[in-house]
């Protein structure tokens, strides 16, 4: 079958005619889209958004895990986390080198120095890098090193930031915000998207709500929700939304049973000495074993997709 080529008519003030569309050679279908997100809505694009990073591959119905520490502290640190993500599985490095904290006296990553020693991981441990992105100002810089590009949750509403973006050639990781409505989200997505990068990933790290035992609660039902809405890929992000180990673990397996496009895990050598995030990163040892657990929990997920179609 020949590929079909969708053409969205945007930001046109009038009402668009149908019917003036329908004669033209070539043209099958003209779908008016109702929703206030046009490009990442499924009403334009039925087919899933396939994204690939290295090896990684989001949105075919694999399960990409990407995995390392909340900071890049040093080389040695990096270094060694990567290998044993890489042993266990792990198809993408993440590690923040510019930190979102909510205090100004927390520790707020080592810059351009992280980004070197991330480009390192990739040489040596031959792992793509995901990291996240502040602002505008040091975009060229971050998309520089970065494999792909995170936009944090306390900037998912930034629009000049996801404009910069959505003009970048590299793949983004579009974290929810805090809280964030399912529409808000697939808008802030529709502002990369609109500028011509299509590749962007989303991802739910939790939601603020009244509970005290965890950081935050995981939206497990986003997930199908956005699959239902959007042709983007969706990840979790257990780490951020639990704020405990022992609740991440859970929370990774729950991630792999939901039919999400991947994870990504916050990864520590030593957990108790990290500089941010030390309490919800799994040692080493753990991650591996829960990288089983969720091999096996998805293979039987993928198993029943293809039996029972839906
Ligand atoms: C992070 O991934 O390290 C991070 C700060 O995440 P979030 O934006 O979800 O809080
Ligand atoms: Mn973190």
């Known amino acids: 079958m020949a590929d079909r080529v969708f053409i969205g008519v945007l930001h046109y003030e009038n009402s668009v005619k149908v019917t003036h569309f329908l004669g033209i050679s070539g043209v099958k279908e003209v779908i008016p889209v109702t929703k206030t997100y046009k ?32 900071a890049v502290e040093s080389e040695k640190q990096v270094l060694s986390i990567a290998k044993s993500v890489k042993a266990a599985g792990a198809k993408i490095f993440r590690g923040g080198a510019f930190k979102p904290r909510t205090s100004p006296y927390s520790f707020q990553g080592i810059g ?25 100002e040091t975009f060229d810089l971050v998309e520089e090193y970065a494999d792909v590009i995170q936009i944090g949750t306390r900037n998912m509403q930034n629009f000049s930031l996801l404009r910069r973006a959505g003009n970048s050639a590299r793949p983004v990781i579009l974290k929810r915000g805090m809280s964030a ?30 509970v005290r035992h965890s950081r935050n609660t995981l939206d497990l ?24 180990r022992d609740q991440v673990i859970s929370l990774a397996h729950a991630s792999a049973a939901l039919g999400a496009d991947g994870v990504m895990i916050e990864v520590h050598n030593h957990p108790e000495k990290a500089l941010s995030d030390g309490p919800q990163s799994l040692y080493p040892d753990q991650f591996f074993t829960v990288m089983e657990k969720m091999k096996a929990i998805h293979a039987i997920i993928r198993k029943k997709n293809e039996d029972i179609p839906y």
């Open 221 to 244: 039902s986003v997930v199908p929700a956005v699959k239902k809405e959007s042709h983007l890929p969706v990840i979790v992000d257990p780490s951020h939304a639990a704020g405990i």
């Open 39 to 70: 490009l990442v809505g499924r009403e334009f694009q039925q087919e899933n958004t396939i994204v690939k990073i290295g090896d990684a591959v989001f949105g075919n119905g694999s399960f990409p895990v990407i995995a390392g520490p909340c």
């Open 112 to 136: 351009k120095k992280g980004l070197i020693f991330l480009a390192k991981v990739r040489e040596e441990i031959g792992l793509p890098i995901a990291t996240e992105v502040m602002d505008v």
């Open 181 to 210: 409505t399912l529409a808000e989200w697939l808008m802030a997505a529709e502002y990369i998207v609109e500028q011509g990068n299509i590749n962007v990933i989303l991802c739910e790290r939790g939601v603020r709500t009244f």
